[in-house]
């Protein structure tokens, strides 16, 4: 079984996401992980964040992913880079090279032979982005489309940064989701959108709890195991 859930920032996906793999039993599948060991490819090949140096870096760039428990390990050839996928460097350099052209097919084409392998390992994979049911998997039987009133979405990502210890205002948050979504409605390759047979849902009022029980009961509904 694969589970897309899609939306835009601030909506909930990765938590929802997270959690509905684990009441499952399925994996959920870190497609941001990913794109971050990409980035540290390009890193470690010292190349710039153009086409070319997409062109030069993913011939010989290997992106997987093993599971320890409920644990997503991310490996760049045979080296474990879990931990190194998350230092400021590679933050500073992953936006720009995940909306390169060659980065997105590369990286559409290695998601969908994990998710599939490791679906049919674990029984299922939840994932979450921004287009993982209209490009990445098209035809997977479970599609959410979350949705959420912007200034919930603000206050929640306020929360996030406050616990990380950094200092910003709402207004200064707000501001940052209304030009992600505005880039993520217009981005050249895989815009932001709604797949046709996804089920909208408007967590604006719903507690985490709410949103996991809303995908597990779908994906029950799915595959005939009831509620």
């Known amino acids: 079984m694969i589970v897309t859930i899609d939306g835009p920032a601030g909506s909930g996906k990765s938590t929802t996401a997270q959690r509905a793999a684990a009441r499952l039993e399925y994996v959920y599948l870190d497609t941001g992980a990913m794109y971050r060991a990409v980035a540290l490819g390009?890193?470690?090949?010292?190349?710039?964040?153009?086409?070319s140096g997409a062109e030069a870096v993913l011939p010989s760039l290997t992106v997987d992913v093993e599971y320890r428990g409920d644990t997503m390990q991310v490996f760049l050839g045979d080296d474990a880079v879990t931990d190194r996928i998350r230092s400021a460097e590679v933050?500073?350099?992953v936006s720009d090279i995940s909306t390169l052209a060659p980065v997105r097919e590369?990286?559409?084409?290695?998601?969908?032979?994990?998710g599939?392998?490791?679906?049919d390992r674990h029984g299922?994979?939840?994932l979450d982005g921004r287009d993982t049911g209209t490009v990445v998997f098209p035809k997977a039987p479970v599609?959410?489309?979350?949705?959420?009133d912007i200034d919930?979405?603000?206050?929640?990502?306020?929360?996030?940064?406050?616990?990380?210890?950094?200092?910003?205002?709402?207004?200064?948050?707000?501001?940052?989701?209304?030009?992600?979504?505005?880039?993520?409605?217009?981005?050249?390759?895989?815009?932001?959108?709604?797949?046709d047979d996804a089920i909208v849902f408007d967590t604006t009022d719903c507690t985490i709890a709410e949103q996991v029980d809303f995908v597990v009961d779908r994906v029950k509904a799915q595959d005939g195991r009831g509620t």
């Open 42 to 51: 390009f890193l470690r090949a010292e190349a710039p964040a153009t086409r």
């Open 91 to 93: 933050g500073r350099v």
């Open 106 to 114: 590369y990286m559409v084409e290695q998601q969908r032979r994990i």
């Open 116 to 119: 599939h392998a490791q679906a």
């Open 124 to 126: 299922g994979v939840v």
């Open 143 to 148: 599609k959410i489309f979350m949705v959420a």
């Open 152 to 195: 919930e979405r603000a206050r929640r990502r306020l929360q996030e940064y406050e616990a990380a210890g950094e200092e910003v205002t709402f207004e200064e948050v707000r501001a940052e989701i209304e030009q992600r979504d505005q880039q993520d409605r217009t981005r050249d390759i895989a815009p932001l959108r709604r797949a």
